[in-house]
């Protein structure tokens, strides 16, 4: 049984935020049931830890045959380990696979550096100009994907593992005001936050946020 790993005490307080998610939510969908490893920060900077992710990140993964980290490795892995969520067909196959790549290159970045204007930047006077620049940004990359979306259902097809990189990657402008803005991309969330699996995903990492509450 694969062994992801997680935060202990994640930053985004159980908001599914964190990237392990979407590694639970592909395990998931492929009724592959999975241990958790929760590590804290420091546990996270020891030589153990730094051999399964040279990064000092999560999440990791582990099976009985391949050890790996960065979400998206990971994702694509147990999509085609289970030969599920990539559609059949080498044409469609390739696209889903450059939709996961578009989601965790081209769409992600801006949105990650909000974050850090948003977090680290709240004491320079150029905050403001910063947000202005990276929310341009961002629109214009939500503009093209919601006009490449139009009014179908998934990027490709049927839902695959370049639905959970795209809604995983996007949720996090969530309460910005800015994805808001895009009506098909809300009900695209919203299509994916209602299936079965995102919920027993969202529902397990939401648990260690809750046990971390609890006296």
């Excluded at 992710?53 to 892995?77: K, M, N, R, T």
Aim: charged share 25%; proline share 5%.
């Amino acid at each position: 049984m694969p062994t992801i790993t997680a935060f202990a005490a994640s930053p985004d307080k159980g908001a599914g935020l964190a990237r392990d998610m979407r590694v639970r939510w592909v395990l998931e969908e492929a009724g592959q049931p999975y241990d958790v490893r929760l590590v804290t920060f420091e546990e996270m900077k020891q030589p153990e830890y730094l051999a399964l992710h040279p990064f000092a990140q999560i999440p990791a993964y582990e099976d009985e045959d391949v050890s790996l980290f960065e979400s998206g490795a990971i994702v694509l892995h147990v999509a085609e380990r289970h030969h599920c969520l990539l559609p059949e067909g080498e044409a469609a196959h390739a696209r889903a696979i450059s939709w996961m790549f578009a989601a965790l290159n081209t769409v992600e970045p801006p949105i990650v550096e909000r974050d850090n204007v948003r977090f680290f930047e709240a004491d320079r006077s150029g905050q403001a100009d910063r947000f202005a620049l990276v929310d341009e940004r961002i629109r214009t990359r939500l503009h093209q994907l919601a006009a490449a979306l139009g009014d179908a259902e998934w990027l490709v097809g049927n839902f695959s593992a370049a639905d959970i990189l795209m809604v995983h990657a996007i949720r996090r402008l969530e309460g910005s005001g800015i994805l808001e803005e895009y009506q098909v991309l809300m009900d695209y969330i919203a299509r994916a936050q209602a299936r079965p699996a995102y919920q027993r995903a969202f529902s397990a990492q939401y648990e260690v946020f809750q046990n971390l509450k609890s006296p």
